[in-house]
């Protein structure tokens, strides 16, 4: 653990060769860390020494966290963090900057999915939605970032998504969502840098964590065979399942990712993460609008609605 007001900065090349002065890497303040990529990064930020403050909604989902931590021999602090809750946040950023003098990175990774179309989700979901995704983004960073202009250096890091660079059906509001990180960290960029910060997106592919377990958010007409998106939504969604069992990136590489974010001693403004996401956003980058609609989007759309 730093002292208070002793965290030193960690510098690294982007290939990872690194070197440390003092005695930490600096606090991190890591978003919902109770399972997936939340979990995955705050343990291996503290097993590369960062002092890491993993902080989740409810802390009876700690125990999965406190195991992994144990095996694998990090030491971190959990604490209690809703991103919808600006008691709560407030409570966490001080308790950190109390315990730590600063807070050299934040790891915007809490978030929720809503799968379904447009029309079978409700206003309700769709706000709950961004208040997570979006509002909940801002408001820790929003807590955090006069510390780091304090302190003149700190890193944000946003994990946002290949659904925040090209649009998916039956996931409309889930990439609004991501579209929205992506224009807000790409504007925040802009106005910090001259204080010396840095903000940094990560985008991974399709990565399997609980979203498609037991945290799986579904529109709520979506499963009703009343709707005229049922049996579309239904093959898109086995297609889904099929893409998430053969997707080769885990939640451990996304953690790496985060962690070169964090160390390099001139971070990229994005992070791409995964070979899937790294080719979609290359077709959408290079190929001409309308033949990658015709290719990638028209695809798509034939292959789900063939089950119509």
């Not at 965290?7 to 440390?20: I, P, Q, R, V």
């Not at 499963?223 to 898109?236: G, K, N, Q, R």
């Not at 964090?262 to 992070?271: C, D, G, Q, S």
Request: include cysteine; aromatic fraction near 8%.
């Amino acid at each position: 653990m730093a002292l208070p007001g002793r965290s030193s900065l960690h510098f690294a090349s982007e290939n990872g060769t690194s070197g440390t002065r003092g005695m930490s890497k600096g606090a991190v303040l890591v978003t919902g860390a109770s399972s997936g990529i939340g979990l995955q990064t705050a343990v291996f930020l503290a097993q590369h020494g960062f002092e890491v403050y993993a902080s989740m909604r409810n802390l009876g989902h700690k125990g999965r966290l406190e195991a992994e931590a144990a095996r694998r021999g990090a030491e971190l602090q959990v604490l209690q963090l809703d991103v919808t809750d600006r008691a709560s946040i407030t409570a966490a950023v001080h308790t950190a900057i109390a315990q730590s003098g600063s807070i050299h990175g934040l790891v915007n990774n809490a978030g929720a999915q809503l799968r379904g179309y447009f029309e079978d989700s409700s206003d309700i979901q769709v706000r709950h939605l961004f208040e997570t995704n979006v509002f909940g983004t801002i408001a820790v960073t929003r807590a955090v970032l006069p510390h780091m202009r304090a302190a003149h250096r700190g890193r944000v890091v946003l994990i946002t998504s290949v659904g925040g660079k090209v649009g998916s059906m039956a996931l409309s509001a889930y990439c609004a969502t991501k579209f929205a990180l992506e224009g807000f960290g790409e504007s925040l960029a802009l106005e910090v840098a001259p204080f010396g910060l840095q903000v940094i997106m990560v985008e991974p592919a399709i990565v399997k964590t609980d979203i498609w377990g037991r945290n799986r958010g579904v529109a709520e007409g979506a499963l009703s065979p009343d709707s005229p998106y049922y049996a579309w939504f239904c093959e898109f969604e086995r297609l889904s399942d099929r893409m998430v069992g053969s997707s080769p990136t885990k939640p451990i590489d996304v953690a790496k990712a985060v962690h070169r974010a964090l160390v390099a001693k001139r971070p990229r403004l994005r992070y791409v993460v995964g070979r899937r996401a790294g080719l979609v956003i290359a077709l959408r980058r290079f190929l001409p609008g309308q033949f990658f609609e015709r290719l990638y989007f028209g695809e798509a759309v034939r292959r789900v609605t063939k089950a119509g």
